[in-house]
C-alpha cells in the first residue's frame, strides 16, 4: 500500500488531508506519468460528484496539470463511470475524478483512468507517488504557448446517457421505479435514462446542495427507499452511492437486494441468453455463501477474488470474463464499461426483471442470504495492516476459525480507504455471530488504537 493510494485513489478529508496543495501536486504529476510518452500535447478529463469541496479540489488539480503543459477539459458533475467512458468516447489521454464515493461529505477523492478507462496499476500509482514525495523525476514546466488550456464541456452527460440507452434493447414500460440519487452524481442521468427508456420514476434525494451528498441516503442508508417503494407501490427500489459507481435494489415488498443477488440475477439472465463468458461471474471474499450455493445449483462458476473492485476487474481481464462484482453493488459489466457502473446495473437488472414476468422478490429467491455479520473496529491507520502482528488477535481469529469451521467462516481485512478493520462473520445464527463479531472488533480496537 502505498503513502498516498489506497484501494481506490487518494483520499482524506477535504482541505486537511486531501489539501489544494497536494491536488495541485496529483495534477502535476498524474499528467505528467500518464501522458509522458505522448507526441502531441495531451487532453484530460476531469468530472466530480456534488460534494462541496469537489470546484476548489478541481481547481487546484487543473491548475496542476495544466502547469505540465496538458489541456484539461472540465465535464462538470457526473457519475464516476461516465468519467471512464468518456475519456474513451473523446479520445483523452486520461481521466481523473473527484469523489469520495459513499464517504461522507468531509471526505474527498481523487482517482485516475488511463486512456483506456481502466484504473491504475500499481506501479503507475507509485511512479505518481515518487514524483510527489521524493522528486524522482524533476518535471519541467512549459512556459508560453506551451502551457496548457482549459475547457468546460458541461453537456457530456447527454453522451453517457445515450449510450447507457443503448446496452438494452427493450424499453421498460410498464414499470414503476423509485430512485434515490444519494444527493451524488446520478441526479441528472439515472432519471433521466430510465424516463427515456419509458419507465414510471419517481425520484428521492436528488437536489444536492453541496452539503448532503450520502447524508442517511443512497446506497448506504437505504430506510427512506425501502419506505417509499412500499409507499408508491412500486416494483422496484434502485439506490446509488455518491459517485454512481454502484447500485443496490429494493424489491416490491421493500426488501433490499444486494450486489450479490444481483449479479445472481443477472449472471443468470445472461447465462440464459447465451451471453455469460464462460459460464462465470467474479465475486470477492466478502460474498455470501449464498452466491456460492446458487453458482453450484445453477452451474454458474463463481470465481473469488480478494476485496475490491480493481481485483475483481483484474481478474476478469486476466481470464476473459464479462461479470463481476462486489456485494457492495460495485458491478462490473466488462463488455460495456471499464468500472463499476451504478446505471448500467440498474439497467440489467430491469432488463432481467422485463423480461422474466416476474416479482424482484421472486428473482431475488434463486439465492439464499446466509446470515452475515460485519462489525468495523475503530483503529489507527498505521496500525489497521498490523492486526496479524498482535498474538492475543491472532489467537482470537484462530478460536473463531475453528469454531465456525464447515458452517461458516471469519473473514478479518483493513479498509483499503479508512481507518478501519472490519470483521465479518457468517453462519447459521445471527445473534452468535454478533456477539462474537462484537467481541472480536473490541479486542482489535482495545489492542490497535
Known amino acids: 500500500m502505498g503513502k498516498l493510494f489506497g484501494t481506490d485513489g487518494v483520499r482524506g478529508i477535504a482541505n486537511k488531508e486531501l489539501t489544494i496543495e497536494m491536488a495541485y501536486k496529483l495534477g502535476q504529476a498524474g499528467a505528467y506519468v500518464l501522458t509522458k510518452e505522448k507526441k502531441h500535447k495531451p487532453t484530460i478529463l476531469i468530472g466530480r460528484d456534488t460534494r462541496i469541496s469537489g470546484e476548489m479540489l478541481e481547481a487546484a488539480l487543473i ?16 457519475p464516476t463511470p461516465a468519467v471512464a467512458y468518456l475519456t474513451r468516447l473523446y479520445s483523452a489521454d486520461a481521466g481523473v475524478v473527484i469523489s469520495a464515493s459513499h464517504n461522507p461529505v468531509e471526505y474527498n477523492g481523487i482517482k485516475f483512468f488511463n486512456s483506456k478507462g481502466y484504473k491504475l496499476s500499481d506501479a ?23 502551457i496548457g488550456r482549459v475547457k ?51 425520484i428521492i434525494h436528488n437536489e444536492p446542495d453541496g452539503t448532503n451528498i450520502n447524508k442517511k441516503c443512497g446506497s448506504t442508508h437505504m430506510e427512506d427507499l425501502q419506505h417509499f417503494v412500499k409507499q408508491v407501490g412500486a416494483d422496484i427500489g434502485l439506490a446509488f452511492d455518491g459517485d454512481a459507481d454502484r447500485c443496490l435494489a429494493v424489491d416490491e415488498l421493500g426488501n433490499m437486494v444486494d450486489g450479490d443477488r444481483i449479479m445472481a440475477i443477472c449472471g443468470l439472465y445472461m447465462k440464459d441468453k447465451g451471453l455469460l463468458k464462460k459460464d462465470t461471474v467474479v465475486a470477492t471474499v466478502m460474498s455470501n455463501l449464498g452466491l456460492f450455493i446458487m453458482g453450484k445449483e445453477k452451474n454458474i462458476h463463481i470465481e473469488q477474488t480478494q476485496v475490491g473492485d480493481r481485483y475483481v ?39 432481467a426483471l422485463k423480461h422474466s414476468d416476474k416479482k424482484l422478490s421472486e428473482l431475488a429467491n434463486v439465492m439464499e442470504v446466509l446470515p452475515q455479520v460485519l462489525v468495523n ?12 502482528e498482535d498474538e492475543v488477535i491472532k489467537s482470537e481469529i484462530e478460536k473463531l476459525e475453528a469454531k465456525f469451521d464447515g458452517e461458516g467462516r471469519v473473514l478479518i481485512r483493513p479498509s483499503g480507504t479508512e481507518p478501519l478493520v472490519r470483521v465479518m462473520i457468517e453462519g447459521k445464527e445471527k445473534e452468535v455471530l454478533a456477539d462474537e463479531a462484537e467481541a472480536l472488533a473490541s479486542l482489535i480496537e482495545s489492542r490497535l488504537k
Do not use: W
Open 377 to 388: 473496529a475503530k483503529v489507527s491507520n498505521g496500525n489497521k495492516y498490523s492486526y496479524l
Open 313 to 351: 476487474l483484474e481478474k476478469m481481464i486476466e481470464q476473459g470474463y464479462n461479470l463481476g462484482g462486489e456485494q457492495s453493488g460495485h458491478i462490473i459489466f466488462l463488455e460495456e464499461n471499464t468500472t463499476g457502473d451504478g446505471l448500467l446495473t440498474a439497467i440489467h437488472l430491469l432488463e
Open 124 to 146: 503507475l500509482e507509485d511512479e505518481i507517488e515518487d514524483i510527489m514525495l521524493n522528486n524522482s523525476e524533476k518535471l519541467e514546466l512549459p512556459t508560453g504557448t506551451k
Open 63 to 78: 491548475s496542476g496539470i495544466c502547469s505540465v503543459g496538458a489541456n484539461a477539459v472540465s465535464i462538470d458533475v457526473v
Open 152 to 202: 468546460h464541456k458541461r453537456e457530456s452527460i447527454t453522451d453517457y446517457i445515450d449510450y447507457a440507452k443503448s446496452v438494452i434493447d427493450i424499453d421498460l414500460e410498464g414499470i414503476k421505479i423509485v430512485i434515490d440519487c444519494a444527493n451524488g452524481a446520478s441526479y441528472v442521468s439515472a432519471p433521466e435514462t430510465l424516463r427515456q427508456l419509458g419507465a414510471e420514476v419517481f
